[in-house]
């Protein structure tokens, strides 16, 4: 079973903050993903990274930055928090290949912070 | 551009029976793969099905079935026989023909399944 694991369920930051969200999966997959999610806009895209120091922009990119410096591990930093940051963030994975399964995306368990 | 869209914001089941979960979606890649998740109040994005878009036959993964109508550009989620368990978010994403498999999510559907 893929398995992809996120540092915190649950976080709480203050303004300012530098926050570091941590992503690690166990199957050796080419392709990671930052997502939040947030009522009524769906999931957004943040940053994807499809190899080691590889990082590509997402939809949403402002206010964020992604590190990858091992294949299982990709971060996702805030560099100074703000109010309007706060949300559940995904992490996902996929193998990378070209044939439908290798696309799947397997996700975290999510990470909600709140920024006060 | 793509553009999934799930035009059921919430929805009601009785336990035991069948529910079906649209979801349209508008791409001009030739090639593209359709997504099924499933999100309980946990959190987590659960995988739940795949279509690719040159698949002849529609997509079955126990319970779940995909019915998957290219002219029409739908791929809709069959769930069979509800159990309570199925209550939870339902999300449709689209991967066209890009760099690093990036996924388009529809805005989700609520199932409410009912004792």
């Known amino acids: 079973d893929v398995k992809v694991t996120q540092s915190s369920r649950y976080l709480v930051k203050r303004t300012g903050e530098k926050v570091f969200l941590e992503c690690v999966q166990d199957?050796?997959?080419?392709?990671m993903f930052w997502y939040r999610q947030d009522p009524g806009l769906g999931l957004r895209l943040i940053y994807f990274?499809?190899?080691?120091?590889?990082?590509e922009k997402g939809d949403i990119p402002e206010g964020y930055s992604v590190s990858r410096e091992k294949k299982e591990r990709f971060s996702l930093i805030l560099e100074s928090a703000s109010t309007n940051q706060t949300s559940m963030y995904l992490c996902?994975?996929?193998?990378?290949?070209?044939?439908?399964?290798?696309?799947?995306?397997?996700f975290g368990p999510g990470t909600r912070l709140l920024v006060l | 551009a793509q553009k999934i869209t799930q035009t059921q914001p919430g929805m009601f089941v009785q336990e035991k029976e069948a529910v079906t979960l649209d979801c349209t979606y508008d791409?001009?890649?030739?090639?593209?793969?359709l997504f099924w998740y499933k999100q309980p109040s946990s959190g987590e994005m659960i995988f739940l099905i795949y279509?690719?878009?040159?698949?002849?036959q529609n997509a079955t993964e126990g319970r779940y079935s995909l019915n998957f109508q290219k002219a029409r550009k739908s791929a809709n989620l069959v769930i069979s026989a509800s159990q309570l368990g199925d209550s939870a978010m339902y999300f449709c994403?689209?991967?066209?023909?890009?760099?690093?498999?990036?996924?388009?999510f529809g805005g989700g559907t609520r199932l409410m399944v009912k004792p």
């Open positions: 996902a994975s996929s193998l990378g290949g070209t044939s439908g399964r290798e696309e799947t995306q397997y």
């Open positions: 199957m050796d997959h080419e392709n």
């Open positions: 990274s499809y190899d080691v120091k590889m990082k």
């Open positions: 791409t001009s890649d030739p090639s593209y793969g």
């Open positions: 279509q690719g878009s040159y698949d002849q």
């Open positions: 994403a689209l991967r066209g023909n890009n760099a690093g498999n990036m996924l388009t």
